[in-house]
């Protein structure tokens, strides 16, 4: 199992691979978990990939595999149990009164966390070499993102591609209108929630980066030359940081700055009211932004758990998706159809390669009717 651990040398908290039983460490998969940290990656991605090895180890056990030696039927049977085997009725799957399996996109995800692992236990020597083999197969690009280098002698349109995955239709990205946004800030009964969503659709932040504010962060008067800082007009800071309480982590290194409207302010300002009504927000995490005002642990940073617990529960009200992603998604798509420059976008978002920007900008029912409706008019003239 994936359990939770404290370093006695550091009280740091920290991500492990236990047997259920015995408690006794995995030391390999505890190890390829020490990796992920060394590599400066999220807590949050250690606690999602100690889980999804456990559940490799797991099957692997109760299949009488030898997870050293998994052969391509076995690395293949896993893959289609992913998708068949029921979860565990707990929660809501427990209120849907039937079964619940895991999706494709899912799978995809566990099988990613899986090849990495054995390819780390090939590298030191716990797995054998040709197990590396299995995990990928040569793939011919026929089509490739825009700005991809080929190469001069397309040396480059063949890649290695993860042979354990299944093709999945693109989904596609979510985004929200503004009267969408608009009535969620609405429904929000509380002016934390209110200032959360306000500022995820004004910023374009992580839900991450956004949790894992500090007050130091938020200069919000028109100039913040009085705090050391040169940067006119309000703004927020966003930094990357390893230890806040709540294991929030900027995804982006290089700290950037982002900023905000007066609207947003005045959230900020309600917010600060009823969180200055909360004496336990005064003596908690103080340096955090949001913290918890309405349930134990009264003052303490919020969490991604609370977070998406309040979202879910916004979506119902709203009878439609609501996620945080969604809300960047939607900064996003309304800057880069207003005309702002492809590198301004990129800056606020933090992104690191314009590549990623290819997700954002995507073409609306509202575009295409505008299109035809422009083709008609040409005609009509003619």
């Not at 404290?6 to 908290?13: E, F, G, K, L, N």
């Not at 007009?233 to 290089?254: C, E, F, I, M, Q």
């Amino acid at each position: 199992m994936a359990e939770r651990a404290i370093d006695p040398s550091t009280s740091a908290a920290r991500w492990v691979v236990a047997d259920a039983v015995s408690l006794e460490l995995h030391l390999e998969a505890s190890v390829f978990i020490t990796s992920l940290r060394a590599r400066d990656l999220s807590p949050n991605t250690e606690r999602v990939y100690a889980g999804r090895v456990a559940l490799y180890l797991n099957y692997c056990s109760d299949q009488r595999l030898d997870w050293r030696m998994p052969s391509f039927l076995s690395l293949s049977g896993f893959q289609r149990w992913l998708v068949t085997e029921p979860l565990p009725p707990r929660g809501h799957r427990a209120r849907a009164g039937r079964p619940v399996v895991r999706s494709q996109n899912t799978a995809n995800a566990v099988m990613t966390a899986v090849a990495s692992f054995l390819r780390f236990c090939v590298a030191n020597g716990w797995v054998q070499p040709s197990v590396a083999g299995l995990l990928s197969q040569p793939k011919y690009l026929m089509h490739f993102p825009a700005g991809y280098d080929t190469g001069e002698r397309d040396q480059f349109r063949t890649i290695d591609a993860a042979a354990f995955r299944f093709r999945m239709t693109e989904p596609g990205y979510q985004d929200l209108t503004p009267t969408q946004i608009a009535e969620m800030i609405a429904l929000a009964p509380r002016a934390r929630d209110r200032f959360l969503i306000a500022l995820l659709a004004c910023t374009g932040l992580r839900i991450g980066e956004a949790l894992g504010l500090h007050g130091q962060d938020l200069h919000l008067l028109a100039s913040s030359r009085d705090l050391g800082c040169a940067t006119e007009g309000p703004h927020v800071h966003v930094r990357r940081r390893t230890d806040n309480p709540n294991r929030a982590l900027a995804k982006a290194r290089k700290p950037r700055t982002i900023p905000v409207t007066a609207d947003l302010i005045a959230f900020y300002t309600d917010y600060r009211y009823e969180r200055d009504g909360v004496a336990a927000a005064v003596q908690g995490d103080a340096e955090m932004v949001f913290v918890n005002l309405f349930r134990p642990p009264l003052g303490r940073a919020m969490s991604y758990p609370n977070t998406k617990e309040m979202f879910d529960r916004l979506a119902r009200t709203a009878r439609h998706p609501a996620r945080p992603h969604m809300l960047r998604h939607s900064a996003a798509t309304a800057w880069l159809r207003e005309g702002v420059d492809r590198d301004v976008v990129q800056y606020l978002l933090g992104h690191v390669s314009p590549l990623s920007m290819e997700r954002y900008r995507h073409v609306s029912e509202v575009e295409t009717r505008a299109a035809v409706d422009r083709l008609e008019a040409l005609r009509e003239t003619q």
